[in-house]
């Protein structure tokens, strides 16, 4: 039985009726004042027009590079479509040191581009010509397909240099400081955008595409007259456009003070980008962890946890001295768990304080703990996610995923379905799909979509 004081502790996590609802209005409000040219400036859902306009149909065919720099790993990739919906990828993974996200963004690029010499080298295709789909995902003022201006770094990113430049230049100048091979950069795209269009190239019915990973984000299909800043010529052709909401930023207004909570803003004040991204902050991989890890340190301050221990300051210190010691993934173990042998949860209690033996209560109080943060996160996707299927013109509409945080916690879809059923209008028929690879299929499938447009 869970104690009646780790329930009251956990209660500004559990939002309630009235306040799923208020916060639904809100951003339903944010998009409408992103998308329009007159309230833009001021908006926190920014609502970016990506210019992509046709979705895959399954046939596209050829061989494609794309580069996925964005979350934890940065990655190179070979993609071939094949046609008949059918695609392989060939990948690899390259570290970012942590000295070269907060660098100059000159040495990021060199170094992106140095990791791609090295793939096209081994896959020999040093002499061939190979349009390249760039997955850039930090928000972005498109100018064109190929042309982004970076808004603002996110997610512990702080290179020097780059903010309000076209990053597609930075990469295309560096690949020339090279020299070494023929590449062209055909397309900018964010990853959410990337799960779209991979989870579109399968099922025809995809208009919304959403990451919950490192960081949180969603895009969809949108007519283009709602798109004030679509440039006109694009208007003339195609009547839609997937627009980047770059919900991330939602918040940073105000609107979702109600129901931040003081762990909320801890982790606000001591992140690189204070005031920006409170969305994302209460959503994402990169600030989970640390969440559980605030509310673990008061629960510990008031005895609400390993209370026969007499080591409970020595757990604090262990919490206090490294903000990432709570690691996110420990919150999709521990609610996978089995009861009452709880064999991950203790392993995870073991390792961080070397406790042998954490009893039963403990283990059930972490689990709840863990619960609270990560179904509150659920909930508001899929508040933003509803808010988004809600303005699609179409009646069936199946919303792609992908990210760390959906993918590997057990029970992050299963949360999400439970908020989408209250508000998603009762005309619509709707589904969630795992995208496979969107940063790099998807990557492959914007520029492929591309050259088949032009
Ligand atoms: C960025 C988005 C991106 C999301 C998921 C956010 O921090 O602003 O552009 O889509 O992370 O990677």
Not at 90 to 111: C, N, R, T, W
Not at 175 to 191: E, F, M, P, W, Y
Not at 368 to 374: K, L
Request: hydrophobic share 40%; with cysteine.
């Amino acid at each position: 039985m869970l104690d009646a004081e780790v329930r009251e502790l956990m209660q500004p996590f559990v939002l309630s009726d009235y306040q799923v609802q208020e916060v639904y209005s809100r951003f339903c409000l944010e998009v409408a004042r992103g998308l329009k040219r007159s309230t833009h400036p001021q908006a926190n859902v920014k609502c970016f027009p990506t210019y992509v306009q046709d979705l895959p149909t399954g046939d596209e065919m050829g061989k494609y590079l794309a580069l996925d720099l964005g979350g934890t790993n940065f990655r190179v990739l070979l993609v071939s479509l094949k046609g008949h919906h059918d695609a392989t990828v060939d990948s690899q993974i390259y570290a970012v040191p942590k000295d070269l996200m907060v660098g100059p963004g000159v040495e990021l690029f060199d170094h992106i581009a140095g990791c791609l010499a090295k793939f096209v080298e081994k896959h020999d295709m040093k002499t061939a010509y190979l349009p390249l789909g760039f997955t850039f995902s930090f928000p972005c003022v498109q100018l064109g397909l190929k042309e982004g201006l970076l808004v603002r770094w996110t997610k512990g990113f702080d290179c020097a240099g780059v903010e309000g430049e076209d990053v597609g230049r930075l990469l295309h100048e560096a690949i020339q400081r090279r020299g070494d091979a023929d590449i062209a950069v055909v397309a900018i795209l964010n990853d959410t955008t990337g799960t779209l269009m991979s989870c579109a190239h399968r099922n025809a019915d995809c208009r919304v595409g959403v990451i919950v990973g490192t960081g949180c984000n969603a895009c969809y299909v949108e007519d283009v007259e709602n798109v004030d800043l679509l440039r006109a010529d694009f208007k003339k052709t195609k009547r839609s456009v997937i627009v980047n909401a770059e919900w991330g930023a939602f918040g940073e207004g105000g609107q979702l003070d109600f129901v931040r909570t003081e762990y909320d803003r801890e982790v606000d004040e001591k992140s690189i980008n204070r005031a920006e991204q409170l969305f994302e902050k209460m959503t994402a991989g990169m600030y989970l962890g640390n969440l559980v890890r605030l509310v673990l340190l008061r629960a510990l301050e008031r005895k609400l946890i390993f209370k026969q221990s007499s080591r409970r300051p020595e757990f604090a210190g262990v919490l206090q001295r490294n903000e990432d010691v709570f690691e996110t993934r420990y919150i999709s173990e521990i609610e996978d768990d089995t009861f009452p042998e709880f064999a991950s949860t203790r392993k995870i209690v073991r390792n961080l304080f070397g406790l042998e033996k954490a009893s039963v209560e403990d283990c059930q109080t972490l689990r709840y703990i863990c619960e609270c943060v990560a179904k509150r996160a659920a909930t508001l996707v899929a508040i933003g996610v509803s808010g988004l299927v809600n303005r699609t013109s179409n009646r069936r509409v199946i919303v792609g995923m992908d990210g760390s945080v959906y993918r590997y916690h057990p029970k992050f879809d299963a949360y999400m379905r439970q908020t989408l059923q209250k508000l998603v209008k009762a005309d619509k028929e709707w589904d969630i799909m795992l995208s496979e690879d969107g940063s790099g299929r998807g990557a492959a499938l914007v520029a492929a979509v591309a050259s088949k447009s032009k």
